[in-house]
Protein backbone atom coordinates (compact mmCIF):
# COMPACT_ATOMS: atom_id res chain seq x y z
CA UNK A 1 0.00 0.00 0.00
CA UNK A 2 1.07 3.28 -0.84
CA UNK A 3 2.22 5.84 1.98
CA UNK A 4 1.69 9.52 1.42
CA UNK A 5 3.31 12.05 3.67
CA UNK A 6 2.63 15.33 3.85
CA UNK A 7 4.80 18.87 5.06
CA UNK A 8 4.48 21.06 6.72
CA UNK A 9 1.85 19.25 9.29
CA UNK A 10 0.85 23.03 9.96
CA UNK A 11 1.58 26.13 8.24
CA UNK A 12 1.07 29.54 9.74
CA UNK A 13 0.89 32.76 6.88
CA UNK A 14 0.52 36.34 6.65
CA UNK A 15 -2.16 37.61 4.07
CA UNK A 16 -1.03 37.92 0.85
CA UNK A 17 2.10 34.79 1.01
CA UNK A 18 2.72 32.40 -1.42
CA UNK A 19 2.12 29.15 -0.25
CA UNK A 20 3.74 25.48 -0.52
CA UNK A 21 2.20 22.13 0.53
CA UNK A 22 4.37 19.18 -0.20
CA UNK A 23 3.18 15.70 -1.25
CA UNK A 24 5.21 12.55 -1.76
CA UNK A 25 4.02 8.99 -1.97
CA UNK A 26 5.76 5.76 -1.95
CA UNK A 27 4.50 3.55 -4.95
CA UNK A 28 3.19 4.45 -8.57
CA UNK A 29 0.11 6.28 -8.45
CA UNK A 30 -2.70 6.77 -11.63
CA UNK A 31 -3.95 9.98 -10.17
CA UNK A 32 -3.37 12.50 -7.28
CA UNK A 33 -5.86 14.17 -5.50
CA UNK A 34 -5.71 17.69 -3.68
CA UNK A 35 -8.59 18.13 -1.08
CA UNK A 36 -9.99 21.03 0.87
CA UNK A 37 -11.39 20.64 4.23
CA UNK A 38 -13.38 23.34 5.65
CA UNK A 39 -13.16 24.32 9.29
CA UNK A 40 -16.83 22.80 9.85
CA UNK A 41 -15.50 19.40 8.21
CA UNK A 42 -16.74 19.51 4.75
CA UNK A 43 -14.00 18.49 1.99
CA UNK A 44 -13.96 20.18 -1.54
CA UNK A 45 -12.04 18.34 -4.33
CA UNK A 46 -10.09 20.68 -5.35
CA UNK A 47 -7.75 19.14 -8.56
CA UNK A 48 -7.35 15.63 -9.46
CA UNK A 49 -4.42 15.29 -11.65
CA UNK A 50 -1.98 12.25 -12.86
CA UNK A 51 0.69 14.78 -14.91
CA UNK A 52 1.67 18.19 -15.42
CA UNK A 53 0.30 21.23 -13.71
CA UNK A 54 -2.87 22.26 -13.26
CA UNK A 55 -4.31 25.94 -12.25
CA UNK A 56 -7.71 27.24 -10.94
CA UNK A 57 -7.66 30.63 -9.98
CA UNK A 58 -5.19 31.09 -7.20
CA UNK A 59 -4.43 27.73 -6.89
CA UNK A 60 -2.07 25.57 -8.82
CA UNK A 61 -0.98 21.87 -8.81
CA UNK A 62 2.10 20.57 -9.76
CA UNK A 63 3.40 16.34 -9.81
CA UNK A 64 6.60 14.99 -10.93
CA UNK A 65 5.57 11.80 -11.57
CA UNK A 66 9.21 10.35 -11.89
CA UNK A 67 9.88 11.75 -8.14
CA UNK A 68 6.49 10.56 -6.61
CA UNK A 69 6.10 14.32 -5.38
CA UNK A 70 3.39 16.82 -5.95
CA UNK A 71 2.35 20.39 -4.76
CA UNK A 72 0.21 22.51 -3.96
CA UNK A 73 0.59 26.31 -4.53
CA UNK A 74 -1.44 29.14 -2.95
CA UNK A 75 -0.68 32.80 -4.48
CA UNK A 76 -1.56 36.19 -2.94
CA UNK A 77 -3.04 34.27 -0.30
CA UNK A 78 -6.26 34.77 1.72
CA UNK A 79 -7.43 34.39 5.35
CA UNK A 80 -10.22 32.84 3.48
CA UNK A 81 -7.58 29.82 2.01
CA UNK A 82 -7.70 28.80 5.60
CA UNK A 83 -8.45 25.07 5.64
CA UNK A 84 -6.86 21.48 6.34
CA UNK A 85 -5.37 20.91 2.68
CA UNK A 86 -5.32 16.82 2.10
CA UNK A 87 -3.35 15.23 -0.55
CA UNK A 88 -4.37 11.45 -1.70
CA UNK A 89 -3.61 8.81 -4.19
CA UNK A 90 -4.87 6.45 -6.60
CA UNK A 91 -2.69 3.52 -6.84
CA UNK A 92 -2.01 2.06 -10.10
CA UNK A 93 -2.83 -1.21 -9.40
CA UNK A 94 -6.36 -0.07 -8.44
CA UNK A 95 -8.64 -2.02 -6.14
CA UNK A 96 -11.19 -0.97 -4.14
CA UNK A 97 -11.70 3.15 -4.03
CA UNK A 98 -7.49 2.44 -4.13
CA UNK A 99 -6.89 5.61 -2.41
CA UNK A 100 -4.48 6.46 0.01
CA UNK A 101 -5.33 9.70 2.14
CA UNK A 102 -2.58 12.01 3.82
CA UNK A 103 -2.84 13.19 7.36
CA UNK A 104 -3.34 16.98 5.76
CA UNK A 105 -1.43 20.40 6.07
CA UNK A 106 -3.38 22.72 8.88
CA UNK A 107 -2.99 26.07 7.30
CA UNK A 108 -4.15 29.32 8.50
CA UNK A 109 -3.59 32.83 7.06
CA UNK A 110 -3.83 35.65 9.11
CA UNK A 111 -4.94 39.07 7.87
CA UNK B 1 -27.53 22.05 -6.79
CA UNK B 2 -26.75 18.81 -7.04
CA UNK B 3 -24.51 17.44 -4.06
CA UNK B 4 -24.22 15.02 -1.30
CA UNK B 5 -26.24 15.73 2.27
CA UNK B 6 -25.57 14.33 5.40
CA UNK B 7 -27.10 14.01 8.08
CA UNK B 8 -27.30 14.29 10.66
CA UNK B 9 -24.34 16.77 11.26
CA UNK B 10 -23.64 16.19 15.06
CA UNK B 11 -25.06 12.70 16.96
CA UNK B 12 -24.56 11.63 20.34
CA UNK B 13 -25.08 8.02 21.00
CA UNK B 14 -24.72 6.09 24.65
CA UNK B 15 -22.69 2.54 24.60
CA UNK B 16 -24.87 -0.19 23.47
CA UNK B 17 -26.84 1.87 20.76
CA UNK B 18 -26.85 1.47 16.73
CA UNK B 19 -27.06 4.88 14.67
CA UNK B 20 -27.62 5.28 11.10
CA UNK B 21 -26.19 8.19 9.50
CA UNK B 22 -28.01 9.27 6.11
CA UNK B 23 -25.86 9.49 2.44
CA UNK B 24 -28.30 11.05 0.02
CA UNK B 25 -26.59 12.46 -3.13
CA UNK B 26 -28.75 13.78 -6.53
CA UNK B 27 -25.39 13.63 -8.55
CA UNK B 28 -26.38 10.72 -10.32
CA UNK B 29 -23.24 9.11 -8.92
CA UNK B 30 -22.91 5.09 -9.46
CA UNK B 31 -20.27 4.87 -6.96
CA UNK B 32 -20.66 5.91 -3.35
CA UNK B 33 -18.25 5.65 -0.20
CA UNK B 34 -17.77 5.84 3.72
CA UNK B 35 -14.73 7.17 5.06
CA UNK B 36 -13.90 7.37 8.71
CA UNK B 37 -11.45 10.63 9.79
CA UNK B 38 -9.71 10.48 13.32
CA UNK B 39 -7.58 13.36 14.52
CA UNK B 40 -4.41 12.87 12.75
CA UNK B 41 -5.02 10.01 10.80
CA UNK B 42 -5.86 10.15 6.94
CA UNK B 43 -9.66 9.33 6.25
CA UNK B 44 -10.02 5.40 5.70
CA UNK B 45 -12.41 3.23 3.67
CA UNK B 46 -15.34 1.99 5.94
CA UNK B 47 -17.42 0.47 3.09
CA UNK B 48 -18.13 1.21 -0.54
CA UNK B 49 -21.00 0.39 -2.97
CA UNK B 50 -20.32 0.66 -6.94
CA UNK B 51 -24.04 -0.18 -7.96
CA UNK B 52 -27.64 -0.57 -6.34
CA UNK B 53 -27.68 -3.78 -4.10
CA UNK B 54 -23.91 -3.96 -4.35
CA UNK B 55 -21.69 -3.22 -1.42
CA UNK B 56 -17.95 -4.01 -0.33
CA UNK B 57 -15.54 -4.23 2.89
CA UNK B 58 -13.39 -1.35 3.04
CA UNK B 59 -10.09 -1.50 5.03
CA UNK B 60 -12.37 -1.55 8.65
CA UNK B 61 -15.64 -2.27 7.96
CA UNK B 62 -15.95 -4.50 11.41
CA UNK B 63 -18.77 -2.71 13.54
CA UNK B 64 -20.37 -1.18 10.72
CA UNK B 65 -22.92 -2.06 8.16
CA UNK B 66 -24.26 -0.48 4.65
CA UNK B 67 -27.60 -0.45 2.46
CA UNK B 68 -27.50 0.45 -0.72
CA UNK B 69 -30.96 -0.30 -2.33
CA UNK B 70 -31.43 3.33 -4.44
CA UNK B 71 -28.61 4.79 -6.47
CA UNK B 72 -29.33 7.85 -4.06
CA UNK B 73 -28.72 6.95 -0.66
CA UNK B 74 -26.25 5.48 1.12
CA UNK B 75 -27.06 4.80 4.89
CA UNK B 76 -24.19 3.86 7.43
CA UNK B 77 -24.97 2.42 10.86
CA UNK B 78 -22.90 2.41 13.51
CA UNK B 79 -23.40 -0.84 15.66
CA UNK B 80 -22.80 -1.53 19.36
CA UNK B 81 -20.12 -4.06 17.76
CA UNK B 82 -17.79 -1.38 17.16
CA UNK B 83 -15.29 -0.68 19.46
CA UNK B 84 -14.57 3.05 18.84
CA UNK B 85 -17.27 4.70 17.50
CA UNK B 86 -16.41 8.51 17.79
CA UNK B 87 -15.27 10.20 15.01
CA UNK B 88 -15.60 12.29 12.00
CA UNK B 89 -17.91 10.39 9.06
CA UNK B 90 -17.31 11.23 5.30
CA UNK B 91 -19.58 9.90 2.48
CA UNK B 92 -18.34 10.41 -0.94
CA UNK B 93 -19.36 9.79 -4.49
CA UNK B 94 -17.64 9.72 -7.65
CA UNK B 95 -19.11 9.67 -11.50
CA UNK B 96 -16.82 6.92 -12.69
CA UNK B 97 -16.03 3.67 -11.57
CA UNK B 98 -14.86 2.50 -8.62
CA UNK B 99 -11.26 4.14 -7.82
CA UNK B 100 -11.68 6.45 -10.84
CA UNK B 101 -13.17 9.74 -11.19
CA UNK B 102 -13.18 13.04 -9.19
CA UNK B 103 -14.50 12.59 -5.36
CA UNK B 104 -17.41 14.84 -4.11
CA UNK B 105 -17.84 15.00 -0.40
CA UNK B 106 -20.93 15.75 2.09
CA UNK B 107 -20.49 18.20 5.09
CA UNK B 108 -19.55 15.13 7.37
CA UNK B 109 -21.27 13.34 10.74
CA UNK B 110 -19.62 13.92 14.11
CA UNK B 111 -20.44 11.16 16.34
CA UNK B 112 -20.03 11.07 19.39
CA UNK B 113 -20.43 8.15 22.18
CA UNK B 114 -21.94 9.22 25.44
Known amino acids: KNEVEQSPQNLTAQEGEFITINCSYSVGISALHWLQQHPGGGIVSLFM???GKKKHGRLIATINIQEKHSSLHITASHPRDSAVYICAVRDSGGGADGLTFGKGTHLIIQP | DGGITQSPKYLFRKEGQNVTLSCEQN?????MYWYRQDPGQGLRLIYY???????QKGDIAEGYSVSREKKESFPLTVTSAQKNPTAFYLC?????????????FGEGSRLTVL
Open chain 2, 92 to 104: ASSPGGLGTGELF
Open chain 2, 49 to 55: SQIVNDF
Open chain 1, 49 to 51: LSS
Open chain 2, 27 to 31: LNHDA
